[in-house]
């Protein structure tokens, strides 16, 4: 059982186009972390969201994090090929470098 | 400044045979997590390691071990290998000791094949 839903699994959409991936838990987090994946490479740190309510943006991600930490949110504006890749929620607890990851959303964006 | 490096790349053994995976942290971290990543279950913690002692575990059979080096780094063992054992098996080294703030960076993994 996955202590961390991110839905949906998969998403096919052109360039252009916007998304939204999504994190759910039913535990509270300290903080909340995005990796993207592509294929023969370890998950790379796109951003951590710490305070409840916290967007942040790099360049057309915009991240969120819920008011009760529980869950996040990424939203891609006008996706382009380049964002093509796995998309992968990590929770963080208090203390430790334990990461709980979400089950990854498979983004594929086509020109 | 090197990235993690985890070696080999690749791997094929046989159900009952042993493996020992290796991880270069990056120069000066402290901290080397290890985790199995496969189409089912996705990425799972199996444990951490910090200053050659192991500080977190995960939700794996015994045998599935680790240790640290005095320089950090780090091998994952895995005895009487299993057909469910086939994954990506990734590394993660930290500077820190921890916490929402810390970062980890991830090697590009050992792709482990067992049949």
């Known amino acids: 059982t996955q202590l961390l839903e991110q839905s949906p699994q998969f998403l096919s959409i052109q360039e252009g186009e916007n998304l939204t991936v999504y994190c759910n838990s039913s535990?509270?987090?300290?903080?909340l972390q995005w990796y993207r994946q592509e294929p023969g490479e370890g998950p790379v740190l796109l951003v951590t969201?710490?305070?409840?309510?916290e967007v942040k943006k790099l360049k057309r991600l915009t991240f969120q994090f819920g008011d009760a930490r529980k869950d996040s949110s990424l939203h891609i504006t006008a996706a382009q090929p380049g964002d093509t890749g796995l998309y992968l929620c990590?929770?963080?607890?208090?203390?430790?470098?334990?990461?709980?990851f979400g089950g990854g959303t498979r983004v594929l964006v086509k020109p | 400044k090197a990235g993690v490096t985890q070696t080999p790349r690749y791997l094929i053994k046989t159900r009952g045979q042993q493996v020992t995976l290796s991880c270069s942290p990056i120069?000066?971290?402290?901290?080397v997590s290890w985790y199995q990543q496969t189409p089912g279950q996705g990425l799972q913690f199996l444990f951490e390691?910090?200053?050659?002692?192991?500080?977190n575990k995960g939700n794996f059979p015994g045998r599935f071990s680790g240790r640290q080096f005095s320089n950090s780094r780090s091998e994952m063992n895995v005895s009487t290998l299993e057909l469910g054992d086939s994954a990506l098996y990734l590394c993660?080294?930290?500077?820190?000791?921890?916490?929402?703030?810390?970062?980890?960076?991830f090697g590009a993994g050992t792709r482990l094949s067992v049949l």
């Open positions: 993660a080294s930290s500077a820190a000791g921890g916490g929402s703030k810390n970062i980890q960076y």
């Open positions: 535990s509270v987090f300290s903080s």
């Open positions: 969201v710490v305070t409840g309510g």
């Open positions: 990590a929770g963080v607890k208090a203390a430790g470098n334990k990461l709980t």
């Open positions: 120069s000066g971290h402290r901290s």
């Open positions: 390691y910090f200053s050659e002692t192991q500080r």
